[in-house]
């Protein structure tokens, strides 16, 4: 049920990313609150695989990295800056072992994707997100709730590290 609540939000995000632009009134503060993407991108699950990570710790997470076609053009010819309209997609599942799976092999040694925790996006748009590196960033919890302003402010300092390759850590999986 969780799954079909998750793509009826995402069905009614058809309509795309919210292009929002902060009037000139608004103090830095509030500028980086404006700057965050707040509707799921639409169609992001029939994009196509970028790579998979797997995270352990708090997060204990597999990952799918998924990018439109802009995204993968832009891997694929190996061009950085990533243009406009360039949307990455993260989706996130919890890390679990499968007993089904184990039974058949023998021995206790496979891991599945889990229920899905969150997913994420950075979506390029260089004159509406200038203030971080061109990149708008947006979290949806598995219920399609976006995250809080204190978490979305995270985004962007960190993935600002890695501005080498445009903001982007994941690498194209052949
Ligand atoms: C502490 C650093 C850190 C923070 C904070 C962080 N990320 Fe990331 N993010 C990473 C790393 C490292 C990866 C690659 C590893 C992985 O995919 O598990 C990544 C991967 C991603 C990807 C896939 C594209 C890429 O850059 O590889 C997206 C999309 C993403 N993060 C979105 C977000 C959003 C949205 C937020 C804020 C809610 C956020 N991240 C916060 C470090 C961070």
């Known amino acids: 049920m969780k799954q079909i609540t998750f793509l009826?939000?995402?069905?009614?995000?058809?309509?795309?990313?919210?292009?929002?632009?902060a009037p000139a009134s608004l103090n830095a503060d509030e500028v980086a609150a404006a700057i965050f993407v707040t509707k799921i991108p639409a169609g992001y699950r029939d994009w196509k695989v970028i790579s998979v990570a797997h995270e352990e710790g708090n997060l204990n997470s597999i990952g799918a990295v998924l990018?439109?076609?802009?995204?993968?053009?832009?891997?694929?010819?190996?061009?950085?800056?990533?243009?406009d309209g360039a949307i990455i997609a993260a989706l996130h599942y919890g890390?679990?072992?499968?007993?089904?799976?184990n039974q058949v092999f023998g021995r206790s040694q496979s891991f599945i994707a889990g229920p899905p925790t969150n997913v994420q996006f950075m979506v390029k748009?260089?004159?509406?997100?200038?203030?971080?590196?061109g990149w708008g960033f947006a979290h949806f919890s598995k219920d399609g709730k976006p995250g809080d302003e204190a978490f979305m402010k995270s985004?962007?300092?960190?993935?600002?590290q890695i501005k080498a390759r445009d903001l982007v850590f994941t690498r194209y999986a052949p």
């Open 8 to 21: 009826l939000v995402a069905i009614a995000a058809l309509a795309g990313v919210v292009v929002i632009t």
């Open 67 to 83: 990018g439109n076609d802009i995204a993968i053009k832009a891997y694929r010819e190996g061009k950085l800056p990533f243009r």
């Open 95 to 101: 890390h679990v072992p499968s007993e089904e799976n």
């Open 125 to 133: 748009d260089s004159k509406t997100y200038a203030a971080t590196g």
């Open 155 to 160: 985004c962007f300092p960190c993935h600002n």
